[in-house]
């Protein structure tokens, strides 16, 4: 197909110039040799036109529009690209966080102690003969089912999971994570919800089961290129450092 067009800086002679390629056009329109009302016509077409009322003029601009959408979007990612934090930091942070649920799990025992709920000498005397042989199933059984026990349990348990879905759902971190300034948030970057916090928390739980297993579901954070935990991609979650 030949193209033709009307070069306006010409004042004296013929200023149809052509014939040209479509590239040999698209060429011209970037050195703004041709531009949207320049007159251009094409084998096939009945009259002249200006060149953005054209249809390769249209297609060209959806193109470079198209192309300069993707340059922002690139640009933007770069410029807000996430610190992942990695097993260590994360690590620690559970480490503080744990301990802080200890504390509230002393209070829990202290009170039970105080109210006769659970006879502490009798505890540690079954702690200690578990611990002398932890293979031993008779040691388990009168250790966790020694009165007051289970209750015991079951309140820490609630704690716990009250602590980290309401630190979670709240400030999108839990202490032990504000301290080290890192920061939880759903994949799409966005703050997590108090749902999306419940189904984290209760796949962490899972996550636990793997440490009978070497802790793989902890461990898979320091080969995951977003660090992420098995619970975080349970619950598509990731933890980045702060801004």
Known sequence: MSWFFIDESITEGERRQGPYTLDEILGFVEAKKITDDTLVWHSGEENWKPWKDTLEAKTHASREDALQDAIEQLLKQ??????????FVRLVAYIIDNFIVGLFGGIVLFIMSRTHSIDLDKIQGLAAAFLDDPTSAEAMNNFFNAPGMWEFMLICSILQAIYFIFFTGKFSATPGKMLLKIRIESAQGEKLSWGLSCVRYMASIFTQFTLTLYGLGYLIVCIDPKRRALHDW??????VYKD
Do not use: E, L
């Not at 770069?78 to 097993?87: D, S, V």
């Open 78 to 87: 770069t410029q807000t690209g996430k610190h992942y934090a990695g097993f």
């Open 234 to 239: 349970i619950a598509r979650t990731r933890v």
